[in-house]
C-alpha cells in the first residue's frame, strides 16, 4: 500500500543542522535517492522510504539524533535507552514522565513537560473530559524551520501510540511559531485542530488515555528501533481515525486488480463504514479533511511512487490511478508539485544512476574524484 509523501520543505529543514555543521549534504540526498534539484521547487515532495533513508544518514554524518538542531547534540543510542526505561512502567502516565526525567538528566536534552488535570470533576451524569498536554519548552535555536519542535510532537505521540498498542486521538495542536507554507498538511499530518503562532508548542489528549497499561516488551522495542524512524514519523492504525479509515480504503482500491481502478464514491466509503455520506463528511471535517482531499492525497502519493520507485509507463500509471485521459493525470501533477511526471521520473533515474555509479567505484577511485 502506498505511504503518505513529505513536503519537500520538511527536506529543508531536517538537512539545516547538518549543513551548519559543515557536512556536505549532496551525498546524503544521493543515497537516499532525492534529486538535489528538487529542494528548489516549493511543491516538490519525497516518499517516506526516501525521507527515512535521508534521515538514517543525517543521524550518522552529524552523530547526533537531533541532527544538529538542537542546542547541543544527542548521541546516537540516548532515545533507544530512555524507551528501555519507559518498558518497565505499569501505564502510560508514569511512561512519559520517565521519559521527561530521563532527557531532563541530560544538559541539551529536551525540555518538555507533561500537564495533568489535578482531579477529573464529576458530576451526577458523567465524568467531564480533561485534557493532558505534552508541551515542547526548549528553545531550540538552530531549529530554524521548527522541524525538531515538530518531531519531538509527532514522534513522542507516536511513541504514546506504540507503548500501549492503542491509536490516541490528539485533540488540537498549537505551535508557538507562524504557519509555514506547507500548513495545509498539518490537519492531516496530526488528525486534529491546528493553531499556529500560539504562546507555546504543545498538543492535548484525553488525559484518561494516561491510564492505559504499557503493553510491549522489549522483543518489541527491538524491532521498532530497527525500523525508525519510519515507524515513528508514520501513522499506524491502531485504533484509527475516521480519515485513515477513509484513506486506507482507497489505497486499497488503488492496489486491487489489473488495469484501470475505480476509486469508490463517498457514497460507497460510507456504506462500508456503515454511516451515511452526510455524518461521513462531518466526521472528516471535525479531523481536518475531507472526501476529496483525501482522495487527491492518495492518488498523489501513489503517483510520486509509481515514478520514483518503478518503470511502469506514465500512460498506464495514469490508467491505474483512475483518470481517464494522459491529460488529466499530467494537469493534476503539476498541481500537485509544479513539474511533469516525465520530468519527475527523469530527475529520479538520473539521481539512481549517479548513485548507482558511486557505489560501483573502487576507494582509489573515489579518493581520485574527490581531488
Known sequence: MASRTVSVHHVRAALRGARR??????????RARIPPLLLADDHGRVTAEQFTRL????????????LGLGTGPSRRGTFAMMCYACLGCRDLGAALRRGIRF???????PDLALETPVAPRTDACRATRHDAVLVVRSDLTHDEDHFLSECLVVIWHRLSNWLIGRRIPLRWAEFAYPAPSCHAEYDLLFGCPVRFGAHRTRVGFDARWLASPVVRDEAALERLLRRAPADLLSRRDYGTTVAEQVRRTLVRALCGGAGAARLPEVAEVAAR?????????RRLQREGTSYRLLKDAVRR????????????????LAARLGFSED???HRAFRRWTGTTPGAYRLSATVTR???????????????????
Do not use: K, N, W
Open 353 to 371: 544512476e549517479r548513485e548507482r555509479r558511486g557505489a560501483c567505484r573502487t576507494p582509489g577511485e573515489a579518493r581520485g574524484q574527490q581531488r
Open 55 to 66: 534521515v538514517r544518514g543525517l543521524y550518522r554524518a552529524t552523530d547526533d539524533e537531533f
Open 103 to 109: 532527557y531532563g538528566l541530560f544538559p541539551h536534552g
Open 273 to 281: 463504514l456503515a454511516v451515511s455520506p452526510a455524518t461521513l463528511g
Open 301 to 316: 502519493d501513489a503517483a510520486i511512487a509509481g515514478l520514483t520507485q518503478g518503470s511502469e509507463p506514465i500512460a498506464e
Open 327 to 329: 491529460t488529466a493525470f
Open 21 to 30: 555543521l559543515g557536512v556536505d549534504t549532496v551525498p546524503l540526498l544521493q
